[in-house]
């Protein structure tokens, strides 16, 4: 069992930062791949970005890469997603997720765990 608990969300204008952190509980935190996931009012959850299971491997949506950076820290059992350069269009509830799979999947419905999400909120 693998629990997640984002935080970090805010409103921020267009062109700032943010960090978000997702916090994890479970053992077998290090066996599970982790991936940010947005869903924007009216539109589909989508894949932001991921990364396996042993933190080499990252993987980004065209649409944040160069701005956006995936990261963990397993000795906190967190994982962090840092914002730059937003954009009002990058306004989401953004979502934790953990696939058991070394590898981060774009498919939401690989994974198995979720967080409640955070509300991000990119002024123009």
């Known amino acids: 069992q693998v629990q997640l608990v984002e935080s970090g969300g805010g409103l921020v204008q267009a062109g700032g930062s943010l960090r978000l952190s997702c916090a994890t509980s479970?053992?077998?935190?290090?066996?599970?791949?982790l991936a940010w996931f947005r869903k924007a009012p009216g539109k589909e959850r989508e894949f932001a970005a991921g990364l396996s299971w042993g933190g080499g491997t990252t993987d980004y949506a065209d649409s944040v890469k160069g701005r956006f950076t995936i990261s963990r820290d397993d000795a906190k059992n967190t994982v962090y997603l840092q914002m730059n350069s937003l954009k009002p269009e990058d306004t989401a509830v953004y979502y934790c997720a953990a696939a058991p799979s070394s590898t981060a999947p774009n498919r939401s419905s690989l994974y198995t765990y979720w967080g409640q999400g955070t509300q991000v909120t990119v002024s123009s």
């Open positions: 479970g053992r077998t935190f290090r066996r599970y791949a």
